[in-house]
């Protein structure tokens, strides 16, 4: 079947779904195959299930005409989705960077759809899969799209704007993330470049944070800019004036309150009020979509527990994002502060090196209590008796239970493997 006459099917079903469990009736069903699992082994079930077709990569014991053969499921897929955002032509936003992505995707959507009917990145859908399903959700009515895209190894951004098409393209950092898989801080720069590469080749525009040396760099000559700064001049000049408890932030003379903790922040914020600027969101709508955005699904949380006040930050962690929450607790203000860690993963042979630094950064910042957990932290253990190490979070979670904290200013954060909310209810 031609990528256009699928096209005209999913226009008549309207959604696509890859399981089973979340069918919507009428659906077209894409049977996807993992390391783990084939669904073309589900697809006469989806059917039953109310899909109005299966589309498929394996011939099936039996026949039926809401079949769709095709020679590789993923890559239909990801062709529907090409074809249908060039069919909706409409802009598409795209954002990567080692730390910061989603933060900065749901900021820059809640000023946007002050204006726009605007369609985002549902949670982190943001890879080969994520990215054709969140521009399968876009529809006529949309008028901007927002794409994230996340990627771990060379070669996967350029793919992800190969599907999305965008025209326009930011870069939150390059950070010590994904090591293992890029190698190196050379290779994530080289990775997440890719974004400006196809902007580069398409005549899109960047928009860049001028204060960031690298991105600067990376971005070079090329002219088809929008920039930002709280230093230096800049086609949108917006500054920090306050750090604590929340970030305040100024923009054309008017001050901005947001709900946001941290210095790491107020690029996430700045970017979000100068893409908005650039697609003439007006300030008072800008200032409301900034404000009225509150952390949630364990990124930069703030709850307020018992006598304690948690910052829960457990959705993901790398040597730069666990280095710039621990230098953001530092300049918080509270007698008592403990930290929580969680480990590091996808850091390959700089594992070893990178959660040792993390160790003798927080150890120099002399917090009241220094608790790490996991296989990673516990491998330094015997070169820190001072500090409490646990193998494992049911570990520490016994050790909670019988020595509760109180009166604390308490950060949580490890990589998503470690699940260290899970803690949460015992602090």
Do not use: W
């Amino acid at each position: 079947m031609k990528i256009e006459d699928l096209h005209q099917l999913f226009l008549q079903a309207k959604s696509v779904s890859t399981d089973t469990r979340t069918l919507p009736s009428g659906t077209l069903f894409f049977a996807l195959k993992g390391d783990r699992f084939n669904a073309n082994t589900f697809a006469h079930k989806a059917l039953d299930s109310g899909a109005s077709y299966s589309v498929i990569d394996e011939v099936q014991e039996f026949n039926d005409e809401r079949f769709i053969l095709v020679d590789d499921v993923l890559q239909t897929l990801q062709d529907l989705a090409n074809y249908h955002r060039n069919y909706l032509n409409i802009p598409i936003v795209a954002l990567t960077g080692s730390n910061g992505k989603t933060t900065t995707k749901e900021l820059i959507y809640s000023v946007l759809k002050q204006r726009y009917k605007t369609q985002a990145t549902l949670g982190n859908l943001n890879n080969h899969i994520g990215v054709p399903l969140t521009l399968l959700q876009m529809d006529e009515s949309t008028e901007i799209g927002i794409v994230e895209m996340g990627a771990n190894h060379i070669g996967e951004i350029a793919l992800l704007c190969k599907i999305a098409s965008p025209d326009f393209g930011y870069i939150t950092n390059f950070g010590k993330a994904h090591l293992e898989g890029f190698g190196s801080e050379e290779g994530v720069v080289e990775g997440k470049s890719e974004l400006y590469n196809y902007l580069k080749q398409k005549q899109g525009l960047i928009f860049l944070n001028i204060d960031d040396e690298k991105q600067v760099k990376q971005v070079g000559d090329y002219q088809i800019v929008k920039t930002f700064s709280c230093t230096k001049t800049s086609d949108y000049s917006i500054s920090l004036q306050k750090e604590t408890p929340f970030l305040g932030i100024e923009a054309n003379n008017t001050l901005i309150h947001t709900q946001l903790l941290g210095r790491y922040n107020f690029t996430n914020t700045a970017a979000a009020i100068a893409i908005g600027l650039h697609f003439d969101v007006d300030l008072k709508s800008i200032k409301k979509g900034i404000e009225s955005y509150v952390p949630k699904n364990n990124r930069s949380q703030i709850i307020k527990q018992n006598s304690n006040t948690i910052i829960l930050d457990a959705y993901n962690a790398n040597p730069s994002s666990v280095e710039a929450a621990l230098q953001n607790l530092k300049m918080m203000e509270g007698i008592q502060k403990i930290v929580i860690l969680g480990d590091m993963f996808e850091l390959g042979e700089q594992s070893y090196a990178e959660h040792q630094s993390v160790i003798d950064l927080a150890k120099s910042l002399d917090f009241s209590k220094l608790y790490l957990v996991g296989n990673h932290f516990f491998e330094h253990s015997q070169n820190y008796p001072e500090i409490m190490f646990f193998k494992a979070l049911e570990d520490i979670q016994q050790y909670l239970e019988s020595h509760p904290i109180e009166e604390a200013m308490i950060l949580i954060k490890g990589s998503r493997g470690m699940a260290l909310e899970h803690i949460l209810d015992l602090v």
